[in-house]
């Protein structure tokens, strides 16, 4: 049995998640993610574990997919989303908290980074003005790009 946050109703084609994600930015770039099998970009993050908090969670997630040894402390909350949408017929349920993680020198100076725990997903570094052009998932992080204060959203995008 996983230790994630994750509940599948296998009657109803239903699966309820907890997830983290981290808006990764540094001057005028930001971080995201992509499955080989995907044809969307996303931030990188993951779920949650039972007992762990969502900032530890995070922190554990960034440092398993590409090597980045984060503060709880360096972590900023911009938003909490709860996402309603369809992958791969299942509906899912999910809450989703995403941190802002800002000015990260380590990495900024390559333009893909590889993802460590899995060999078909790559980290790619965007000019944030290259954004609009891209499909990205859940569709709101263009807009909490530019959140000053913590946001709370319900979007359904089925």
């Not at 509940?7 to 993610?33: G, H, P, W």
């Not at 899995?118 to 609009?132: M, Q």
């Amino acid at each position: 049995m996983s230790s994630d946050i994750t509940f599948k109703n296998e009657e109803q084609e239903v699966k309820f998640n907890l997830r983290v994600a981290a808006l990764i930015t540094t001057n005028d770039k930001i971080l995201l993610q992509k499955s080989d099998k995907d044809k969307y970009y996303s931030l990188i993050g993951g779920r949650v574990k039972y007992f762990e908090d969502s900032k530890y969670s995070l922190v554990r997630e960034i440092n398993e997919e590409i090597g980045l040894k984060i503060n709880v402390q360096d972590l900023k909350l911009n938003s909490v989303v709860e996402n309603f949408f369809i992958h791969n017929k299942t509906k899912y349920h999910e809450l989703l908290f995403i941190y802002e993680i800002n000015n990260i020198k380590d990495l900024v100076n390559t333009k893909e980074i590889k993802t460590l725990d899995k060999d078909n997903v790559k980290n790619i570094w965007f000019l944030k003005k290259e954004i609009n052009d891209l499909d990205i998932r859940p569709s709101i992080v263009k807009e909490i790009l530019n959140n000053k204060n913590i946001k709370h959203y319900i979007l359904r995008e089925y």
